[in-house]
């Protein structure tokens, strides 16, 4: 999907298994002693939480032009560094609706190396337009819906 499009009807988040990514950890993702810094790991959980969205609303550029400004912002994020990544490791990125209020929604991230988890996120993500909070699209808050 390429639109933000509100008419197009797409599975809820209760019909589907959490979003996956894979991401290949590179040498610029490491520091000094060869394990993924920890900041690294913040990108690749904003690679998640992208592609959830590009997977139900299609770009956040698209997005952003069709409801007139609308961006994503974090707000709260709590993270627990399980066990650490290295270097040419293979890593997915799991993402999934907890909640959802009027302007934000509460996601649940985690890092995995196989069956492995490295890293679990609690993330708070806030809907703004022009600085303020605003309301989730219907659209895209029946696409995120958490299972009942």
Known sequence: MSAFDPAIGTPRAEDAPPHQLSVRVYYEDTDFSGFVYHASYLRFLERGRTELLRGLAGDQSELHRAAEGLVFVVRRMSLDFVS?????????????????????????????????LLVAADVTVACVREGRAVRLPDALRRRLAPAE
């Not at 993402?95 to 985690?110: D, F, I, N, V, W």
């Open 84 to 116: 650490p990544a290295r270097m040419d490791d293979l890593l997915t990125i799991l993402t999934h609706t907890k909640a959802l209020r009027g302007a934000s929604m509460q996601l649940a991230q985690e890092v995995r190396r196989g069956d492995a």
